[in-house]
């Protein structure tokens, strides 16, 4: 199952009894604006999946802006819209996949491969002329059992312990400004894990909002030695999922999921910040 699919590959699949079509579509600060877009508008047939109620676990002193939710929460969810673990499910967005690809992470995590990211979104699908509806479809209670894959997560104590450790590259998936700690929209505090490195994940994406094919995200990643351990986060362990897919588009193998990510890491008051500019260089 390939991480991303086109348009036109969704279109000719759509109404296969096996595919569900999540629109994961929501605004930061506006948490009810991705529920009535979709009530408004959507690709027929598709079932709606919050990222805050359903993707999203409740905000608690650790854990971060966007906690994992609870794995028996999560299945009810999932088996609540129909997807079991039969299903071959498409998640899209309008928010160039952050949140499609936060669901493709979280099925994964659950061991769920028929998973894939539509590419370039719901506003593509919409000016490539492709069909919209309205109505919303009837929901089919299935069944999903979870089979949770540890090894695609780490955690704040591994993350620390991991600090300056050769063979492991922390990646950092914000943008350079908040990275390097010039500015903090979100937290309270700015900077970065010390010895992480900068990739803002929309880099992952080409101008017209395409996701870059797999050996440009070779080269996004070029500096990073593929037998290294690569420990993704960004502000709240959403945003870093796409550059997990853009690490597994380009061969990347050995990747894991800081999901608190940077909120999670400032609610320890006594663990380090950096910032400014790191690089790491790759081993001759």
């Known amino acids: 199952m390939n991480h991303i699919v086109s348009l036109k590959w969704l279109l000719a699949r759509m109404y296969e009894p096996d595919v569900v079509i999540v629109d994961c579509r929501f605004l930061m600060g506006q948490p009810d ?3 009535e877009l979709y009530e408004t508008s959507h690709i027929p047939g598709a079932v ?3 990222l805050e109620k359903d993707l999203s676990g409740p905000i608690e002193e650790h854990g971060g802006r966007h906690p994992l939710p ?3 929460d999560l299945t009810v969810a999932l088996s609540r819209v129909g997807i079991s673990n039969e299903s071959l499910v498409v998640a899209y967005d309008d928010q160039g996949g952050a949140m499609a690809s936060r669901l493709w992470w979280l099925l994964k995590y659950l061991g769920h491969e028929r998973v894939s990211v539509l590419d370039e979104g719901y506003t593509a699908w919409v000016d490539a002329g492709f069909p919209v509806s309205s109505e919303q479809r009837v929901l089919i209670p ?3 059992l979870a089979e949770v894959q540890h090894t695609m997560l780490a955690e704040m104590d591994e993350v620390k312990e991991l600090l300056g450790q050769e063979r492991v590259t922390i990646i950092d ?3 350079g400004p908040r990275y390097r700690g010039e500015v903090e929209p979100l937290d309270p505090v700015a900077g970065h894990i010390p010895g992480a490195i900068n990739r803002f994940w929309k880099d992952g994406l080409s101008d017209s909002g395409s996701w870059k ?3 440009a995200q070779a080269e996004r990643f070029a500096d990073l030695d593929r037998d290294d351990e690569l420990i993704v986060y960004c502000g709240s362990g959403v945003t870093a999922t796409p550059n997990i897919i853009s690490l597994r588009e380009a061969g990347y193998t050995k990747v894991r999921l800081y999901a608190g990510s940077w ?3 400032i609610s320890y008051e006594e663990n380090p ?3 400014g500019n790191e690089e790491k260089k790759k081993d001759e």
Do not use: P, T
Request: hydrophobic share 45%.
């Open 263 to 265: 909120s999670d890491w």
């Open 273 to 275: 910040v950096a910032v």
């Open 173 to 175: 998936s914000r943008e």
């Open 213 to 215: 094919d797999a050996a």
């Open 142 to 144: 299935s069944k999903f």
């Open 48 to 50: 709606y999946l919050d």
């Open 70 to 72: 609870d794995i028996f």
């Open 33 to 35: 604006a991705g529920r």
